[in-house]
């Protein structure tokens, strides 16, 4: 009997200890899978108060913290929801009120609201845009910083070849090897784009899949001579790191990707936009370069110290006027 009544005493302790756990794991996992949970559709029609989103990758988390910093200096209410997610996530949250304000890419924005857009120049991206806006977004102006997938070479390639552009591969296009994602052989901007725009011809058997976009198995194949040439984010801190060379791209081969603020329609106001034109006209490719080699080089400072860093040397840590 004592037997018996122990084991009911250990079983009734192990049932609710799992019951305690599960709970515990519920929580956790609402809060870290869903960061729109505990406020989506919880419109605050006040315009000082603002609630700045950032995407799931470190750039974009980067680039909230400035627009969080630099609108608490000017006076606004400012909360921030980040590491959303892609555009599915936070793109519904802005329509929806979740949150104000976000940090988007011009080229790839566009694309998403109007899959049929054809505009790839950084003018023609911006001209396109208030149309795929519709009434629930506005915009306020994008940064001449980008981050877009870009031709890269190293130093001694550029130096050797005297290379600055896309086009001044073209005469070597039979001694290339280029390393991308697999899809790059294929898309329009990848083999057939280098082909049409700039007369690079890359032989089949000289393309070289990659599939880490653009990551660290790109850049040791680059680094290393196994391949010539690869695509790699214009700002991604391993260009920087390794001494790599991005080639311009005046034909647009490769959409615009300007750094833009993007509003909810209800909370915009001309002090909002005068406060996030003015981040805009302070961010640029080297800057935000060197941001992101700031978080993911050596230093590994945090996204919030490095845009606090950044907001006082531009100045920006006293009001707009």
């Known amino acids: 009997m004592e037997g018996l009544l122990v084991k009911i005493t250990r079983t009734a302790r192990a049932v609710a200890a799992l019951s305690v756990a599960a709970l515990a794991l519920t929580a956790c996992g609402g809060e870290d899978s869903d960061p729109l949970s505990s406020g989506g559709g919880d419109t605050n029609t006040d ?29 606004f209410d400012v ?4 590491n959303i997610g892609s555009r599915e996530a ?33 003018d023609d991206v911006e001209a396109a845009l ?32 005297n290379l600055t552009s896309i086009a001044d591969l073209a005469p070597y296009s039979g001694e290339i090897k280029l390393g991308a994602p697999p899809e790059f052989a294929e898309r329009t901007y990848g083999l057939p784009g280098l082909s049409e725009n700039y007369g690079v011809n890359i032989d089949p058997a000289n ?46 081969n490769f959409a615009a990707q300007n750094v833009i603020p993007v509003i909810n329609a209800g909370k915009t106001s ?3 936009t005068s406060v996030l034109n003015a981040i805009s006209d302070k961010l640029t490719t080297e800057e935000l370069l060197a941001l992101n080699q700031s978080v993911s080089g050596e230093s590994k400072t945090e996204p919030a110290a490095a845009a606090q860093q950044w907001v006082t040397a531009q100045g920006l840590d006293t009001p707009v006027s």
């Open 90 to 122: 936070y793109i519904p949250a802005l329509k929806d009120g979740s949150i104000d304000v976000i940090p988007d890419y011009t080229g790839n924005l566009l694309q998403y609201l109007d899959p049929e857009a054809t505009a790839t120049s950084a």
């Open 130 to 161: 208030p149309d795929a806006l519709g009434s629930d977004l506005v915009v306020a102006d994008p940064a001449s910083a980008e981050d877009k997938d870009s031709i890269v070479v190293t130093r001694e390639t550029a130096d050797r070849w």
């Open 79 to 82: 909360s921030t929801t980040l």
């Open 270 to 272: 001309d002090k909002l």
């Open 47 to 75: 315009p000082n108060s603002i609630v700045v989103g950032s995407a799931n990758f470190t750039e974009s988390e980067i680039i909230a913290n400035i627009y969080a910093e630099v609108l608490k200096v000017n006076g």
């Open 207 to 252: 393309f070289v899949p990659l599939s880490d976009g653009g990551g660290p198995a790109t850049v040791r194949a680059l680094t290393s001579g196994e391949v010539t040439a690869a695509d790699i984010f214009s700002t991604s801190a391993s260009i920087a790191e390794n001494n790599l060379v991005v080639l311009e791209d005046p034909e647009f």
